[in-house]
T-cell receptor, first 113, second 116 residues
Framework: EAGVAQSPRYKIIEKRQSVAFWCNPI?????LYWYQQILGQGPKLLIQ????????DSQLPKDRFSAERLKGVDSTLKIQPAKLEDSAVYLC???????????FGPGTRLTVT | AQTVTQSQPEMSVQEAETVTLSCTYD???????LFWYKQPPSRQMILVIR??????QNATENRFSVNFQKAAKSFSLKISDSQLGDTAMYFC?????????????FGGGTRLMVKP
């Protein structure tokens, strides 16, 4: 079974530029999560989708971050404009309704200069 | 809101020995799940072991086992026969029960170094 796929693996941008990350969950996983992991800390949830609907986006900085999951499969997370404090690893995870475990992708390391 | 605390920022252990990583949590929920995740330098977060709060029996996965003390809100991870490949960051995580699609709340992590 293929795992959660993410791209790109690394991205370096200047502040005020925009960036987009892509995630493809494990086949059949209805729930998809985006987490932000700042260096030296545990991941923090940004947004959670159930199929193509948003379940929780209370921690998403909506003035600059947006996310979508069209057709309930792939998802894209966008930052526009980026700030220095957005430098972090962005992790995508997915879960199946019958399984309480979340399975993570390799993450995208974003550096904002 | 739930909080998860890992009081050991770093630990080291000799290869083949046993090490225990600590985790405490705070919640008013009665139905929940606890997890340990491993994050090697490659940063892929890997699910190591999980525990349902309603189960009294401690979970075991090969060399990994937990000591779940519900009343004390403690959830420690024991790694037996440590291997060099166990070197990684370890995160304890909490999830409310009732819905398989709930978010994870992570602790700050413990960096484990296994020495040859």
């Amino acid at each position: 079974e293929a795992g959660v796929a993410q791209s790109p693996r690394y991205k370096i941008i200047e502040k005020r530029q925009s960036v987009a990350f892509w995630c493809n969950p494990i086949s059949g996983h209805a729930t998809l999560y985006w987490y932000q992991q700042i260096l030296g800390q545990g991941p923090k949830l940004l947004i959670q989708f159930q199929n193509n609907g948003v379940v929780d986006d209370s921690q998403l900085p909506k003035d600059r971050f947006s996310a979508e999951r069209l057709k309930g499969v792939d998802s894209t997370l966008k930052i526009q404009p980026a700030k220095l404090e957005d430098s972090a690893v962005y992790l995508c995870a997915s879960s199946h309704p019958s399984d309480f475990g979340q399975y993570f992708g390799p993450g995208t390391r974003l550096t904002v200069t | 809101a739930q909080t998860v605390t890992q009081s050991q920022p770093e630990m080291s252990v000799q290869e083949a020995e046993t090490v225990t990583l600590s985790c405490t949590y705070d919640t008013s929920e009665n139905n929940y799940y606890l997890f340990w995740y491993k994050q090697p330098p490659s940063r892929q977060m890997i699910l190591v072991i999980r525990q349902e709060a309603y189960k009294q029996q401690n979970a075991t996965e090969n060399r990994f086992s937990v000591n779940f003390q519900k009343a004390a809100k403690s959830f420690s991870l024991k790694i037996s026969d440590s291997q060099l490949g166990d070197t990684a960051m370890y995160f304890c995580a909490f999830m409310k029960g009732g819905d398989a699609g709930n978010m994870l709340t992570f602790g700050g992590g413990t960096r484990l170094m296994v020495k040859p």
